[in-house]
């Protein structure tokens, strides 16, 4: 039995989930409302506060989607009450984050600045030098932190761009001058 795939998910209060058919599953929660439609080789039952997911049969292709559809599940019933964060820090002489309005606006060394409008259910804070990305659907929000990291990755010499907060940066020696 998958480790992960057999833990049961414990639904909090107020949070509702409805199974339709399909597996497609919809919960509804303080901060929103996630819809996913889920491997329907799965078995998803809710019954006294919890939820548990079971597979026919262990075949691979069952064993591997039997952990994948919890995770997708736990995720989603997190993110409707927690809700999911990933922060960035801006490295750079003259790099710079601001918000104008939905707009996140990075100068970034590049011969004018980055402008990256702010998606539907998602929201960018800047705090001083580091960018912060909120949302309720956890794989929107590493998505979006993503393509803001990759508008100017970090560079192994210096370290300048954008990098995520508990990032390590690999760095190399510079060249050294003949004598």
């Known amino acids: 039995m998958s480790r992960i795939g057999r833990m049961p998910i414990a639904i ?30 799965m078995t998803i039952k809710q019954e006294n506060g919890e939820i548990e997911i079971t597979r ?16 997708l599940l736990h995720n989603m019933v ?13 490295n750079g002489v003259g790099y ?23 998606p ?11 960018i912060i990305v909120k949302g309720i659907d956890k794989e929107r929000v590493g998505q979006l932190a993503a393509e803001i990291r990759g508008k100017r990755a970090p560079e192994p010499y210096i370290g300048k761009g954008i990098k995520y907060i ?7 020696v510079g060249k050294t001058g003949k004598k």
Request: hydrophobic content about 30%; glycine content about 10%.
């Open 12 to 41: 909090p209060a107020g949070v509702t989930v409805d199974v339709a058919e399909n597996n497609t599953v919809t919960v509804k929660g303080p901060k929103g409302t996630l819809t996913r439609t889920l491997p329907a080789e």
């Open 56 to 71: 026919p049969n262990d075949l691979k292709r069952e064993k591997s989607l039997h952990g994948l559809t919890r995770s």
């Open 78 to 90: 997190v993110g409707v009450t927690e809700g999911f964060e990933k922060k960035l820090e801006v």
């Open 96 to 118: 710079r984050a601001a918000k104008q309005g939905k707009k996140l606006v990075l100068t970034l060394g590049y011969s004018h600045p980055v402008e990256m409008e702010d």
């Open 120 to 130: 539907d259910g998602l929201e960018t804070v800047v705090e001083g030098q580091n």
């Open 166 to 172: 508990d990032e390590t940066i690999r760095r190399k």
